[in-house]
Nanobody
Framework: VQLQASGGGLVQAGGSLRLSCAAS????????LGWFRQAPGREREFVAA????????DYAAFVKGRFTISRDNAKNTAYLQMNSLKPEDTAVYYC??????????????WGQGTQVTVSS
C-alpha cells in the first residue's frame, strides 16, 4: 500500500481542516487506517484509527469530539475532519495503513505527512 496525505495548511484557532489520505494498492480496503501526528521536538503520537470496514473507530483523548476519521474504500481514500483546532494541534500529520490499533508498530505503511499549523 502506498499512501499520500494532503489537506494540511495554516488555519486560525477554532477553524477546521480536512485531511485526505489517498492510497494505491489492492490491500487498502482490507487494511485499518490510522492518523498520527508529530510536533517539533516531540515523538509521533496516535490521533485516530478506523477499521477496514469503517465500523469501528478510536481517538486519542485530546481530539475526541473535535476530530472525525472516515474512509471511502471505493475511492481508496481516508479522511480526518478536524474541527475546533487549537494551536497545540500544530504538527505534521501522517496517515498509515496496517493492523487496527493505537501503536505505531501496527502500521507498516506510511504516507509522507502533511503540515498543519494552527495560529492563535
Amino acid at each position: 500500500v502506498q499512501l499520500q496525505a494532503s489537506g494540511g495548511g495554516l488555519v486560525q484557532a477554532g477553524g477546521s481542516l480536512r485531511l485526505s489520505c489517498a492510497a494505491s494498492g489492492r490491500t487498502f480496503s482490507s487494511s485499518a487506517l490510522g492518523w498520527f501526528r508529530q510536533a517539533p521536538g516531540r515523538e509521533r503520537e496516535f490521533v485516530a484509527a478506523i477499521t477496514w470496514t469503517g465500523g469501528t473507530t478510536d481517538y486519542a483523548a485530546f481530539v475526541k469530539g473535535r476530530f472525525t476519521i472516515s474512509r471511502d474504500n471505493a475511492k481508496n481514500t481516508a479522511y480526518l475532519q478536524m474541527n475546533s483546532l487549537k494551536p497545540e494541534d500544530t504538527a505534521v500529520y501522517y496517515c498509515a495503513a496496517g493492523r487496527y490499533g493505537l501503536a505505531i508498530g501496527q502500521y507498516p505503511y506510511w504516507g509522507q505527512g502533511t503540515q498543519v499549523t494552527v495560529s492563535s
